[in-house]
């Protein structure tokens, strides 16, 4: 297929990219505004292969995406652009305002001029797949409930909201105007490239760097946690062999505390880069908690698994071990991307992913 992704340069849209080129024969275009969390570094092994290609675009931009689509005739659009930082959203919702709702209306429109056009039998072979996020489930209140594919959204925060208006416009699309869509809500992604501001690479850095390691309120707050490459591999299960106006949940069954995540981090700091000065355990420190922090997330994943067979291949230690040791082997990635080398330099990147 001819698959045009937007946000492939973000942490899971580089993830998705990579799989794509490194273990299908589908064509890439990349689509990505790059904002502060889109890094073509994470893009490096697959930059000049002739499968793939990069456009730096906003999805807002009619014009440009009319224009793509036209050119690139894509038999599929996967849709992860998101502005997707919670305390991002809390301190300057617009963004995501703009991105995540306008922005989804904007390209689900251009799509649909785009597949009004096709023959009729492109018309039916065509999928939209738009990525969500658990997150637009709102809270659990017992430690037993699942998120299904059925439950009522309730989201808490203004990222979630704006997903949640998403994945509302998504599926309206398909009804009103039949657009083939399939839609896909994830749990807490983590592993390789992920940006340090989110949890697990920020108490890796800071860990090394001998600084505290914050934990919102009392830590116990539970979420499913997904290693990025199972996510990849569903995604693209889903886009394959998922029935149009479906919605798929993807989740790692790895439930665990926020608190728990730090001290098995720390855990593994100590087996793999130990310090002198004493356990890493000890730079733990409580912070306030944000405000509307969800309580529990918990994902029933039994539909993917029963109606087109993915399961996750990592457990939470296998995965978060292979994330430690990444972080590890790569500091100098990270060091870019905390210093803004990694913006500073995004110019010669440009020109090495679009010549």
């Given at each position: 297929m001819r698959i045009l992704l937007t946000g492939g340069a973000g942490f899971i849209g580089s993830t998705v990219v990579r799989h794509l080129i490194e273990h299908t024969e589908h064509q890439v275009l990349n689509l990505d505004k790059l904002t502060y969390a889109g890094n073509l570094e994470s893009l490096a092994s697959v930059a000049e292969h002739p499968r793939y290609r990069f456009v730096q675009a906003d999805i807002g931009d009619r014009a440009r995406v009319d224009a793509l689509l036209a050119e690139f005739q894509p038999e599929a659009i996967m849709h992860l652009a998101a502005e997707s930082h919670v305390d991002r959203s809390i301190d300057g919702p617009a963004a995501f305002i703009?991105?995540?709702?306008?922005?989804?209306?904007?390209?689900?429109?251009?799509?649909?001029?785009?597949?009004?056009?096709l023959p009729a039998e492109r018309q039916a072979a065509f999928r939209f797949h738009h990525v969500s996020t658990d997150?637009?489930?709102?809270?659990?209140?017992?430690?037993?409930?699942?998120?299904?594919?059925?439950?009522?959204?309730?989201?808490?925060?203004?990222y979630s909201a704006s997903k949640a208006a998403s994945d509302h416009l998504v599926r309206a699309w398909q009804r009103t105007y039949g657009l083939p869509v399939l839609?896909?809500?994830?749990?807490?992604?983590?592993?390789?490239?992920?940006?340090?501001?989110?949890?697990?690479?920020?108490?890796?850095?800071?860990?090394?760097?001998?600084?505290?390691?914050?934990?919102?309120?009392?830590?116990?707050?539970?979420?499913?946690?997904?290693?990025?490459?199972?996510?990849?591999?569903?995604?693209?299960?889903?886009?394959?062999?998922?029935?149009?106006?479906?919605?798929?949940?993807?989740?790692?069954?790895?439930?665990?505390?926020?608190?728990?995540?730090?001290?098995?981090?720390?855990?593994?700091?100590?087996?793999?880069?130990?310090?002198?000065?004493?356990?890493?355990?000890?730079?733990?420190?409580?912070?306030?908690?944000?405000?509307?922090?969800?309580?529990?997330?918990?994902?029933?994943?039994?539909?993917?698994?029963r109606s087109l067979g993915w399961t996750p291949e990592e457990t939470f230690a296998s995965g978060l071990r292979k994330t430690v040791r990444w972080y590890l082997d790569n500091l100098d990635w990270c060091r870019r991307v905390q210093d803004g080398r990694y913006q500073r330099e995004r110019l010669g990147m440009l020109k090495e992913h679009t010549r």
């Open positions: 703009q991105t995540n709702i306008v922005g989804t209306y904007s390209l689900l429109e251009a799509t649909r001029a785009y597949w009004s056009t997150e637009v489930y709102g809270d659990l209140h017992d430690d037993h409930s699942l998120f299904s594919e059925t439950t009522a959204y309730a989201p808490s925060s203004p839609v896909s809500n994830c749990s807490n992604n983590y592993g390789p490239y992920h940006f340090p501001e989110k949890l697990i690479p920020l108490v890796i850095l800071n860990a090394l760097d001998g600084k505290p390691l914050p934990v919102y309120g009392n830590g116990l707050q539970v979420r499913d946690w997904l290693y990025v490459a199972d996510h990849a591999r569903a995604l693209l299960c889903v886009l394959e062999n998922g029935e149009v106006g479906e919605t798929y949940n993807i989740g790692g069954h790895n439930e665990q505390s926020n608190l728990h995540v730090v001290q098995s981090i720390c855990a593994l700091l100590d087996e793999l880069a130990p310090r002198s000065s004493g356990p890493y355990a000890e730079l733990i420190t409580f912070v306030t908690d944000r405000p509307g922090h969800d309580r529990r997330y918990a994902i029933d994943a039994s539909k993917i698994a």
